[in-house]
């Protein structure tokens, strides 16, 4: 999942989140899904809701467009937001300051972006509801560590954060309220390159390299994908390996890596920052990592995913959770040439048990590492398909 997004007319004034008087740190507990970082919180005294930490996004937004009733917004005024994709700007709203409630934490003046109509379908890509994205925000006045194996974050001023011992000081720069650091990136050429990341904690991918088909071309293994959805549409390219990207001391081998269609000069408007691409969730959950933006710093220290091999989808199926209780398996997209094609299984196929398992039983999360298990293994799938069950014999492969 890759989610651009570029505002205007929002309000520059200083929005944040700061610890409780009396607190030194509190520690929260999040869910990791389909590579997304979610956590509750309440605003405006309602929910509990569920949102996306996504350091990508420089306003908290509000994607679910029921919720305007049910905060009781008392005025709102309306914008145009330009994403990243295949259609056209739109309108959304821009809130007043809301009162959101985080465990041991205060907001301060903290407005949102609400969408008029859903664009997303975040709730269908993660499995549960899903009601925004908070960004900027929640980083700009803390520091945040978060801890990947047991999926908690614990916040604190910046003064009395406890680093990690052995760990490696990444300097970053905030720049229009996003988080960015230099990497060196080994091209499957031979090509070393020095490039300057987007580190966003709302792209599922490993990493993604902009402008680089133009300049270099694909590597000799590629497939083309859907990398994700902006705010106006799907993004298309192609996904593919790097031989390395260096991150501070550490080398990491063999990443796969997203390959954006090379953007127009009309897209590139929209980036308020020169920028070579992102390092998303993919790699950075193979660290314990500190976020500490007043600092200009970030902190890794690798945890135990640290040496597992970077495996995408074998079966050439995109899919997403469909029903009110989230429990209907439904194939989006079907990529050309892959087992899934070779098999029959077309958009909007119904997927209802995997080797005799219903999936009502499984989380997506079980279903995509099956489908990233093993080269050459064998799956008995049943599809709902032309009205009628079928079960066909999936073979996975490894195409990158």
Not at 97 to 117: E, G, H, N, Q, W
Not at 197 to 203: E, R, T
Not at 347 to 370: C, G, R
Not at 387 to 394: A, F, G, P, Q, S
Request: charged share 25%; aromatic share 10%; proline share 5%.
């Amino acid at each position: 999942m890759i989610t651009w997004i570029c505002f205007t007319g929002v309000p520059a004034e200083a929005q944040y989140f700061d610890l409780n008087n009396g607190v030194k740190s509190s520690t929260l507990h999040f869910r990791l899904i389909r590579n997304l970082v979610v956590i509750k919180l309440k605003i405006n005294d309602k929910g509990p809701f569920n949102f996306i930490l996504d350091t990508g996004v420089g306003m908290m937004v509000i994607t679910d467009p029921k919720m305007v009733d049910s905060i009781n917004l008392q005025s709102k005024r309306t914008i145009r937001i330009a994403g990243l994709g295949e259609g056209d700007d739109f309108e959304a709203y821009v809130t007043p300051p809301l009162k959101i409630d985080i465990p041991d934490l205060t907001s301060y003046d903290v407005a949102a972006t609400m969408l008029r109509t859903e664009h997303f379908n975040l709730s269908g890509f993660v499995g549960i509801p899903i009601h925004g994205l908070l960004g900027y925000e929640f980083f700009n006045n803390l520091a945040v560590k978060m801890n990947f194996v047991d999926s908690t974050l614990t916040v604190y001023r910046p003064k009395d954060v406890r680093l990690f011992r052995r760990g490696e000081k990444i300097p970053i720069t905030v720049e229009a309220r996003k988080p960015y650091m230099q990497a060196v990136v080994l091209l499957p050429n031979g090509l070393m390159q020095q490039c300057k990341l987007i580190i966003d904690l709302g792209a599922g991918h490993p990493v993604s390299l902009e402008n680089m088909i133009k300049k270099h071309g694909l590597p000799q293994k590629f497939i083309a994908a859907n990398l994700g959805v902006g705010l106006a549409g799907p993004i298309f390219g192609f996904l593919s390996r790097i031989d390395e990207i260096d991150v501070g001391k550490y080398k990491i081998k063999k990443v796969i890596t997203s390959f954006p269609n090379d953007y127009d000069s009309t897209t590139l408007k929209y980036m308020s920052v020169s920028r070579d691409g992102n390092l998303g969730i993919g790699l950075l959950k193979r660290f314990n990592v500190i976020f500490d933006y007043p600092d200009n710093a970030m902190y890794l220290k690798p945890n135990a995913a640290f040496h597992n091999p970077f495996e995408h989808d074998m079966s050439g199926i995109e899919y997403y959770a469909g029903g009110e209780d989230f429990k209907h398996i439904i194939v989006s997209r079907v990529e050309p040439g892959s087992s899934a094609d070779e098999v029959g299984l077309v958009k909007d196929d119904e997927i209802t048990a995997i080797n005799f398992k219903p999936v009502a039983e499984m989380s997506l999360e079980e279903i995509d590492n099956i489908f990233r298990s093993k080269d050459g293994r064998n799956l008995l799938i049943e599809v709902f398909h032309d009205h009628k069950y079928d079960r066909v014999i999936l073979t996975l492969k490894r195409r990158i």
